[in-house]
């Protein structure tokens, strides 16, 4: 996004509070203090375009802000300025005028997985020349003496650190008792956890006592630093300032060197199938705060971001090497990727798949990529499958050229297992253990279309049964008998009063019924008791992200009696239990008495509350896996 993108973005958006007037007056008035204010933004080390010019106290590292930047910026005030407002019932100052109180801002760099100083409280209120121009707000960190020992001291990090206060409202001194402190902090805890977990920091710093115990109490991991006012108290501001300068170097001594991995997703990016996973698969990076992320488009990458929807990905433009006109063109391509952005370790998400390369078949992958480098105009004559190995080879090429270890997140059980394919340095994770690929189970499934996303209301049940389906690959009879199977179950259906509704890709019968994913996830199925799981293309496979996908959008996943499904649920015992239990494992002839004689309510409250599924919402299911192989995939 360019220069004139984003002003047209700030233009468009309509400032809260008339807040873009005063801050800029603020900013110019600064050079009482700072000279002026390009001193101020050059100790951030940052350009004036850094700067999101409405709100001069929030900035981002990017060279211009984005949307997203923007809209988090909004965020980040509406959660200040939009608290209960009874918020100081209690407290011992709901008496005191409002034009007697400031509300404190965050302010600083508001990029995600950066540093968060949280200090106490924002100062006290007074008039002067500056807060008049800034009321109703008062921006942390810019005017105190405590305010210039912390830049002083942490001017390494200061563009990456967002600074922030546990209470939010200043007050005259005489009304600040350590009680109403204590009542503040209470009150106002919400707003900062709510800074918390929209901006995500690596580290969290605390500046005191008081701040470091109260969050601790809270469950927050924190790091606690001597506040300011210590030095400042025993006249030693020099002291202070060296204080916080060890304590950024001891930050630069412990900071491991950060990887920089390469995400690939096999599919085509702008094919419907791949515009729904970009919108969630690849969230499981969100786990890992140290390392920097690369995602390799092989499409035009401005219309790849806006389904890939993650602010802490960098897009590479792949369109040069999938257009390149021969095999070493493509692989010199590849080589000035990697030498500009020092790839360390690739992430192979869904692999390239057809049905010649997939498990079982390395060989013959094996063969075609050996042609690659001995054969300029391999495959140049067919698009589709130039296409496909050309996706193929990413992982491929940078693998065999510079040694870089590879993790293969199997999507489907069909694809390849890279270890047979002449690689030694290959971790496979599947979201179950999958002895067939040597795979280990990782929850990156349930991370990314469970925990990911807020969780759903029940909702009024319009269908009782709701089944989608694909039949594309010739290869694969059984999936096209099934479609068959349910095309003549539609008179049962009917017979027994029951609303159902299906949704068929079948090549071989040129049924297109089909709908893009979310459209069937959001508007479709969620508004279905039952629906049906079948076996993937691969037949020993089984698809647990349509099982989890089920019990968390509140309808029942019958299970097909031909489905290999009792691995997926040998990390899940509590899951297998009711399937077992209810005897959800069926066939298509069954599926009618099933539903019929099912309890809907007791059984989808069952799946819900058990610990199974509670674990896809939990923060500490994932911090145990990512704990067990953060070494291996991070």
């Known amino acids: 996004m360019g220069k004139e993108d984003w002003v047209e973005i ?78 100081l019932e209690g407290t011992g100052l709901e008496s005191i005028p409002e034009k007697e109180r400031f509300l404190a801002i965050g302010g600083g760099c508001i990029d995600k997985h950066g540093l968060m100083v949280i200090g106490m409280a924002p100062g006290f209120w007074r008039i002067h020349e500056f807060n008049e121009l800034s009321y109703p707000f008062k921006p942390s960190f810019f005017y105190a003496n405590t305010s210039r020992i912390l830049r002083d001291g942490f001017r390494d990090f ?9 209470s939010k409202f200043a007050y005259s001194k005489d009304v600040l008792t350590p009680d109403v402190y204590k009542k503040l902090y209470e009150k106002c805890f919400p707003i900062l956890k709510k800074e918390i977990d929209l901006l995500e920091p690596k580290k969290i710093i605390t500046l005191g006592n008081d701040v470091h115990n109260f969050l601790t109490e809270k469950g927050i991991n924190c790091e606690k630093v001597f506040h300011p006012s210590y030095f400042i108290m025993k006249g030693q501001d020099v002291e202070g300032v060296k204080h916080y300068k060890e304590f950024s170097r001891s930050m630069i001594k412990t900071k491991k060197k950060q990887k920089h991995i390469l995400l690939i997703f096999g599919c085509n990016h702008l094919g419907s199938f791949s515009k729904y996973r970009l919108s969630v698969e690849l969230k499981y990076i969100n786990m890992d705060k140290d390392n920097k992320y690369y995602f390799f488009s092989f499409a035009d990458p401005k219309k790849v971001k806006k389904y890939l929807c993650m602010d802490n990905v ?41 049905i010649n390369n997939s498990l079982g078949k390395e060989s013959n992958i094996v063969d075609n990529y050996n042609k690659t480098l001995t054969d300029d105009s391999f495959f140049s004559s067919f ?59 990782f929850p990156f499934v349930e991370y990314a279309f469970i925990h990911s996303k807020d969780e759903l209301p029940k ?3 319009e269908y009782d049964f709701i089944f989608g389906m694909t039949s594309v690959m010739t290869s694969c009879p059984y999936r096209h ?14 017979e027994n009063n029951m609303r159902y509704q299906y949704f068929f890709k079948d090549k071989k019968r040129k049924i297109k019924s089909y709908v893009d994913g979310r459209v069937y996830n959001d508007k479709y199925i969620l508004g279905s008791k039952f629906t049906f799981v079948v076996p993937s293309y691969n037949l020993k496979g089984f698809s647990y992200i349509r099982f989890i996908e089920a019990v968390d959008r509140w309808y029942i996943p019958l299970i097909c009696k031909d489905c290999e499904w009792e691995l997926a649920f040998f990390d899940r015992p509590h899951f297998l239990n009711i399937i077992l239990k209810n005897n959800l494992v069926v066939s298509e002839d069954d599926i009618i008495d099933k539903i019929k004689s099912t309890d809907y309510n007791e059984v989808i409250k069952e799946l819900r509350e058990c610990d199974d599924y509670k674990n896809t919402r939990s923060d500490s299911f994932y911090k145990e896996y990512y704990e067990k192989y953060k070494e291996i995939i991070f």
């Not at 007037?21 to 002026?36: G, I, P, S």
């Not at 008998?481 to 009917?494: C, P, R, S, T």
């Open 383 to 441: 698009f589709s499958i130039k296409n496909y190995y050309r996706r193929l080879c990413v992982s491929l090429y940078l693998m065999n050229k510079y040694k870089i270890p590879l993790i293969h997140f199997i999507d489907d059980t069909l694809e390849p297992d890279y270890k047979k394919i002449g690689f030694s340095d290959v971790s496979t994770f599947h979201y179950y253990k999958f002895p067939a690929a040597e795979a280990e189970f």
């Open 314 to 354: 960098e897009l590479i433009d792949g369109r040069k090497y999938m257009g390149a006109s021969t095999w070493s063109e493509a692989y010199s391509c590849l080589d000035s990727i990697y030498k500009e952005y020092g790839i360390d370790k690739i992430h192979m998400i869904f692999s390239p798949l057809i």
């Open 10 to 87: 700030v233009k468009a958006i309509i400032d809260k509070n008339n807040y873009s007037d005063k801050t800029y007056a603020v900013m110019t008035n600064l050079k009482e203090q700072f000279n002026n204010k390009d001193t101020v933004l050059s100790s951030y080390g940052l350009k004036s375009s850094n700067i999101l010019k409405y709100s001069p106290f929030m900035f981002t590292k990017k060279e211009y802000p984005t949307k997203e930047d923007i809209e988090r910026r909004h965020q980040l005030i509406d959660y200040a300025v939009n608290f209960n407002p009874n918020i």
């Open 459 to 461: 909702v009024e049940k």
């Open 158 to 166: 200061l563009k990456y650190i967002y600074f922030t206060n546990l």
């Open 481 to 494: 008998n099934i479609i068959g199977k349910f095309l003549n179950m539609e008179k049962d259906f009917k």
